[in-house]
Protein backbone atom coordinates (compact mmCIF):
# COMPACT_ATOMS: atom_id res chain seq x y z
CA UNK A 1 0.00 0.00 0.00
CA UNK A 2 0.90 3.41 -0.64
CA UNK A 3 0.61 6.02 1.53
CA UNK A 4 -0.54 9.10 0.03
CA UNK A 5 0.37 12.97 1.83
CA UNK A 6 -2.00 15.70 0.06
CA UNK A 7 -1.17 20.11 0.90
CA UNK A 8 -3.54 21.88 -0.22
CA UNK A 9 -7.50 20.82 -0.19
CA UNK A 10 -9.04 23.91 0.86
CA UNK A 11 -8.95 25.22 -3.10
CA UNK A 12 -10.20 24.12 -6.60
CA UNK A 13 -8.26 21.68 -7.70
CA UNK A 14 -7.96 20.22 -3.79
CA UNK A 15 -11.62 19.72 -3.87
CA UNK A 16 -12.02 17.99 -7.44
CA UNK A 17 -9.02 16.08 -6.03
CA UNK A 18 -10.96 15.18 -2.96
CA UNK A 19 -14.02 14.19 -4.68
CA UNK A 20 -12.44 11.87 -7.11
CA UNK A 21 -10.71 10.37 -4.70
CA UNK A 22 -13.99 9.37 -3.24
CA UNK A 23 -14.73 8.06 -5.84
CA UNK A 24 -12.25 5.42 -6.34
CA UNK A 25 -11.50 1.73 -5.21
CA UNK A 26 -8.16 1.79 -4.62
CA UNK A 27 -6.92 -0.44 -2.26
CA UNK A 28 -3.17 0.27 -2.84
CA UNK A 29 -3.41 3.50 -2.10
CA UNK A 30 -4.02 5.50 1.10
CA UNK A 31 -5.09 9.11 1.60
CA UNK A 32 -4.04 11.93 4.44
CA UNK A 33 -4.78 15.44 3.91
CA UNK A 34 -3.05 18.59 5.40
CA UNK A 35 -4.05 22.38 4.71
CA UNK A 36 -2.02 25.37 6.07
CA UNK A 37 -2.47 26.39 9.35
CA UNK A 38 -5.54 23.53 9.51
CA UNK A 39 -4.65 19.67 9.66
CA UNK A 40 -7.33 17.43 10.62
CA UNK A 41 -9.67 18.72 13.64
CA UNK A 42 -7.95 22.35 15.02
CA UNK A 43 -4.89 20.75 14.45
CA UNK A 44 -2.55 23.97 13.48
CA UNK A 45 -0.01 22.71 10.85
CA UNK A 46 2.40 25.61 9.25
CA UNK A 47 3.52 24.24 5.85
CA UNK A 48 6.87 26.77 6.26
CA UNK A 49 8.07 24.91 9.17
CA UNK A 50 10.44 21.20 8.55
CA UNK A 51 9.44 20.46 12.27
CA UNK A 52 5.91 20.91 12.09
CA UNK A 53 6.31 18.87 8.61
CA UNK A 54 8.24 16.09 9.26
CA UNK A 55 6.10 13.95 11.34
CA UNK A 56 3.22 14.21 8.35
CA UNK A 57 6.17 13.39 5.70
CA UNK A 58 7.67 10.59 7.51
CA UNK A 59 4.15 8.62 6.89
CA UNK A 60 4.12 9.17 3.18
CA UNK A 61 5.37 7.46 0.33
CA UNK A 62 3.51 10.07 -2.36
CA UNK A 63 3.52 13.58 -1.73
CA UNK A 64 1.22 16.25 -3.45
CA UNK A 65 2.13 19.86 -3.22
CA UNK A 66 -1.49 21.73 -4.28
CA UNK A 67 -1.17 24.90 -2.80
CA UNK A 68 -0.21 27.37 -4.95
CA UNK A 69 0.52 30.59 -3.03
CA UNK A 70 2.89 33.50 -2.61
CA UNK A 71 6.37 32.11 -0.46
CA UNK A 72 6.03 28.25 -2.16
CA UNK A 73 9.72 28.72 -2.02
CA UNK A 74 9.81 28.96 2.05
CA UNK A 75 7.02 25.98 1.77
CA UNK A 76 9.33 23.86 -0.61
CA UNK A 77 13.18 24.73 1.36
CA UNK A 78 11.28 23.51 5.03
CA UNK A 79 10.01 20.54 2.97
CA UNK A 80 12.88 19.58 1.68
CA UNK A 81 14.78 20.21 4.96
CA UNK A 82 12.49 17.92 6.29
CA UNK A 83 13.20 15.08 4.29
CA UNK A 84 16.44 15.99 4.48
CA UNK A 85 17.12 15.97 8.15
CA UNK A 86 14.55 13.16 8.96
CA UNK A 87 15.86 10.77 6.02
CA UNK A 88 12.53 11.03 4.69
CA UNK A 89 12.39 8.71 1.32
CA UNK A 90 9.68 9.24 -0.50
CA UNK A 91 8.53 7.65 -4.02
CA UNK A 92 7.80 10.68 -5.67
CA UNK A 93 6.69 14.04 -5.23
CA UNK A 94 3.79 15.55 -7.52
CA UNK A 95 3.87 19.66 -7.13
CA UNK A 96 1.63 22.02 -8.53
CA UNK A 97 2.82 25.50 -9.85
CA UNK A 98 0.98 27.18 -12.15
CA UNK A 99 1.88 28.02 -16.55
CA UNK A 100 4.24 30.81 -16.64
CA UNK A 101 7.66 29.47 -14.71
CA UNK A 102 9.50 28.47 -17.94
CA UNK A 103 8.11 31.54 -19.55
CA UNK A 104 5.76 29.72 -21.55
CA UNK A 105 2.52 32.02 -20.46
CA UNK A 106 2.40 35.70 -20.39
CA UNK A 107 2.86 37.10 -16.88
CA UNK A 108 0.14 39.47 -17.26
CA UNK A 109 -1.85 36.32 -17.49
CA UNK A 110 -1.72 34.75 -14.39
CA UNK A 111 -4.83 35.66 -11.81
CA UNK A 112 -2.95 34.31 -9.20
CA UNK A 113 -0.01 36.80 -9.40
CA UNK A 114 -1.87 40.02 -9.69
CA UNK A 115 -0.17 42.32 -7.36
CA UNK A 116 3.73 41.25 -8.56
CA UNK A 117 3.75 38.32 -11.09
CA UNK A 118 7.51 38.91 -11.63
CA UNK A 119 8.37 38.17 -7.75
CA UNK A 120 5.03 35.44 -7.53
CA UNK A 121 6.70 33.91 -10.70
CA UNK A 122 10.63 33.68 -9.23
CA UNK A 123 9.03 32.21 -6.42
CA UNK A 124 7.20 29.42 -8.26
CA UNK A 125 10.49 28.69 -10.31
CA UNK A 126 12.98 28.56 -7.09
CA UNK A 127 10.09 25.77 -5.25
CA UNK A 128 10.37 24.11 -9.05
CA UNK A 129 13.79 24.11 -8.95
CA UNK A 130 14.37 22.36 -5.26
CA UNK A 131 11.77 19.83 -6.28
CA UNK A 132 13.95 19.13 -9.46
CA UNK A 133 17.01 18.86 -7.42
CA UNK A 134 15.80 17.03 -4.57
CA UNK A 135 16.88 13.64 -6.55
CA UNK A 136 13.49 12.78 -5.42
CA UNK A 137 10.96 11.40 -8.67
CA UNK A 138 8.72 14.17 -9.86
CA UNK A 139 5.51 15.45 -11.80
CA UNK A 140 5.47 18.82 -12.00
CA UNK A 141 1.96 20.23 -12.94
CA UNK A 142 1.58 23.87 -14.97
CA UNK A 143 -1.68 24.69 -15.32
CA UNK A 144 -3.35 27.97 -16.92
CA UNK A 145 -5.56 29.43 -14.52
CA UNK A 146 -7.87 27.07 -13.11
CA UNK A 147 -11.41 27.77 -14.04
CA UNK A 148 -14.75 26.30 -12.12
CA UNK A 149 -16.21 25.01 -15.20
CA UNK A 150 -16.16 21.21 -15.25
CA UNK A 151 -15.32 20.63 -18.40
CA UNK A 152 -13.45 17.69 -19.60
CA UNK A 153 -11.40 18.73 -22.41
CA UNK A 154 -7.68 19.59 -22.12
CA UNK A 155 -4.38 19.55 -23.16
CA UNK A 156 -0.95 18.34 -22.11
CA UNK A 157 1.81 20.69 -23.45
CA UNK A 158 5.32 19.40 -23.06
CA UNK A 159 7.97 21.62 -20.96
CA UNK A 160 9.52 23.83 -23.70
CA UNK A 161 5.81 24.22 -25.71
CA UNK A 162 4.67 27.76 -25.85
CA UNK A 163 1.16 28.08 -24.23
CA UNK A 164 0.72 31.81 -25.13
CA UNK A 165 -2.91 31.32 -26.11
CA UNK A 166 -3.96 28.89 -23.58
CA UNK A 167 -7.20 28.74 -22.48
CA UNK A 168 -8.07 28.35 -18.46
CA UNK A 169 -8.62 24.60 -17.41
CA UNK A 170 -11.39 23.25 -14.93
CA UNK A 171 -9.91 22.64 -11.55
CA UNK A 172 -11.35 18.80 -12.29
CA UNK A 173 -9.07 18.17 -15.38
CA UNK A 174 -6.04 19.54 -13.26
CA UNK A 175 -7.30 16.96 -10.49
CA UNK A 176 -7.36 14.52 -13.04
CA UNK A 177 -3.93 14.90 -14.48
CA UNK A 178 -3.03 14.97 -10.47
CA UNK A 179 -4.23 11.54 -9.84
CA UNK A 180 -2.53 9.90 -12.88
CA UNK A 181 0.53 10.94 -11.56
CA UNK A 182 -0.08 9.17 -8.50
CA UNK A 183 -1.24 5.84 -9.57
CA UNK A 184 1.14 5.59 -12.74
CA UNK A 185 4.86 7.18 -13.55
CA UNK A 186 3.06 8.35 -17.01
CA UNK A 187 4.42 11.46 -16.19
CA UNK A 188 7.55 11.12 -14.15
CA UNK A 189 9.74 13.52 -14.28
CA UNK A 190 8.11 15.71 -16.51
CA UNK A 191 7.14 19.10 -15.89
CA UNK A 192 3.73 19.12 -18.12
CA UNK A 193 1.51 21.78 -18.49
CA UNK A 194 -1.94 21.62 -18.90
CA UNK A 195 -4.70 23.94 -20.50
CA UNK A 196 -8.23 23.91 -21.64
Known amino acids: MKRVLVMGINNLVGQALLEMIKKIDDSELQFMFIDNDVAGKNAKIDFQ ?17 NTVDWDADYMLDAIIDAIEMQTINLDKIIFRTVAGVNDEYPLEKIQIAKKDPVEFIKQQQYAGKLVDESEIPYTIIR ?8 GPDYKLIEEGQSMQDAKDVSAHSVAKVMMQAIQTNDLLNQSIGICG
Request: hydrophobic share 50%; aromatic share 0%.
Open 49 to 65: SADQLAPKLKLADILVI
Open 143 to 150: PSNIAETT
